[in-house]
């Protein structure tokens, strides 16, 4: 945990944080907490500044890939892809034969209106 330090404002030798109740008096020290100590030497740095420990930095949050879509191996395998997926293996044109039967299958399957709308438009494409 850092200690800051209270400098003093040159107006003031007192600070109070509205709602808090606390004042901080001149010279004063204390220990808080990083989220705390970032706040008041970034907000007042004339006034305030870390005598001992340091303020860390927030960890970096580390990129996650995305999963590769998974590929349909037969006509109807498609509608067990995420609606994104199916968009792209439509898209493709792979499956611009095979429309109609699983435009059928999607209605009395899942019906997920994403996909069901998904299809409807590769068969205005198509023809």
Same mark, same amino acid.
């Given at each position: 945990?850092?200690?800051?330090?209270?400098?003093?404002?040159?107006?003031?030798?007192? @600070?109070?944080?509205?709602?808090?109740?606390? /004042?901080?008096?001149?010279?004063?020290?204390?220990?808080v907490?990083?989220?705390?100590?970032?706040?008041?030497?970034r907000? @007042?740095?004339?006034?305030?500044?870390?005598?001992?420990?340091s303020?860390?930095?927030?960890?970096r949050?580390? /990129?996650?890939e995305?999963?590769?879509?998974?590929?349909?191996? +037969?006509?109807?395998? /498609?509608?067990?892809?995420?609606?994104?997926?199916?968009?792209?293996?439509?898209?493709? +044109?792979?499956l611009?034969?095979?429309?109609d039967?699983?435009?059928?299958?999607?209605?009395?399957?899942?019906?997920?209106?994403?996909?069901?709308?998904?299809?409807?438009?590769?068969?205005?494409?198509?023809?």
């Amino acid at each position: 945990m850092p200690r800051v330090k209270f400098k003093g404002f040159s107006h003031l030798d007192r @600070y109070a944080r509205v709602g808090v109740g606390e /004042a901080w008096i001149k010279d004063e020290v204390r220990s808080v907490s990083d989220s705390e100590a970032n706040q008041l030497t970034r907000k @007042y740095p004339e006034a305030f500044s870390v005598v001992s420990g340091s303020v860390s930095t927030p960890p970096r949050t580390a /990129a996650v890939e995305s999963p590769a879509p998974r590929a349909a191996s +037969g006509p109807l395998d /498609a509608l067990d892809l995420s609606v994104s997926d199916l968009k792209a293996a439509l898209a493709a +044109g792979g499956l611009d034969a095979s429309l109609d039967e699983l435009l059928a299958a999607e209605e009395n399957g899942k019906t997920r209106q994403g996909a069901i709308r998904a299809i409807k438009a590769r068969l205005e494409v198509v023809g």
